[in-house]
């Protein structure tokens, strides 16, 4: 039986994220699932956003374990749901914030997360001071482009995470760049390229093949997440879920 990672793309919008994104991390002992919300934002760039996609995200969760997933990638960087979901399912959940930043404090002393927008900065400086980063974090970029506009003009937006990226490493001390967008998903080799063309052999981290790959290792070790600090809810009186 092959082990089965279900991706939720906590948003409404169809097509931006597909399973051909992640058809080469596939095997016979890999399989990949997705869903989409029925119920949340067009997409996430801000805390109010993020706040919408928390509930159906949870549904989901329970539903992709219901039918037999291994692990649960939520496919957003601000981690919409990742520690409720944890205490509502027993298999492991993994944000492709928490997962990156500290693969990236693992890979070198200061890293720089290149995002969308201004509105999405504070919610990432809130994130790196939970997960115990924020010390590693030497600067947030924005590109100031839409979640939604990314894939109308993809290379526009390669070219200012490019630009942004050298600004990072040159005035910031980046030494790791992290795509602070799941929609900037196959940027970072081109990002890579440009960085080693001006002699700087920087990791560049592309959230979800490492989120995805970490969820199917954590998978394979047969590791889950504490239930001391992710408890089950108490059954209680909810009204409207």
Do not use: W
């Not at 998903?185 to 890579?192: D, T, V």
């Amino acid at each position: 039986m092959p082990i089965v990672i279900h991706i939720i793309t906590p948003i409404i919008t169809k097509g931006i994220r597909t399973l051909d994104d992640v058809a080469s991390y596939a095997s016979d002992e890999i399989e990949f699932r997705h869903s989409l919300l029925d119920k949340g934002p067009s997409s996430i760039e801000s805390e109010y956003d993020e706040a919408l996609a928390i509930p159906d995200t949870i549904q989901k969760a329970i539903e992709a374990e219901n039918d037999g997933a291994d692990a649960i990638v939520i496919d957003c960087m601000g981690d919409p749901g990742v520690k409720a979901v944890r205490e509502v399912v027993s298999i492991p959940v993994f944000g492709p914030a928490e997962t990156s930043m500290h693969a990236a404090a693992m890979l070198g002393q200061k890293y720089t997360i290149v995002t969308v927008l201004h509105s999405v900065v504070p919610l990432i400086h809130n994130l790196a001071k939970v997960y115990g980063t924020a010390e590693k974090l030497a600067s947030i970029r924005v590109i100031n482009m839409p979640v939604l506009e990314l894939e109308n003009d993809f290379k526009k937006a390669q070219r200012l995470i490019a630009q942004a990226s050298l600004a990072a490493i040159k005035e910031d001390d980046a030494d790791v760049i992290i795509l602070g967008c799941t929609g900037f998903l196959g940027c970072a080799e081109k990002i890579k390229d440009l960085l080693v063309s001006n002699g700087l052999n920087i990791p560049v981290i592309d959230p979800i093949p490492l989120t995805v790959m970490t969820a199917v290792a954590f998978a394979k070790t047969g590791l889950r997440h504490s239930k001391k600090t992710y408890a089950q809810p108490r059954d209680k009186i909810i009204v409207g879920y």
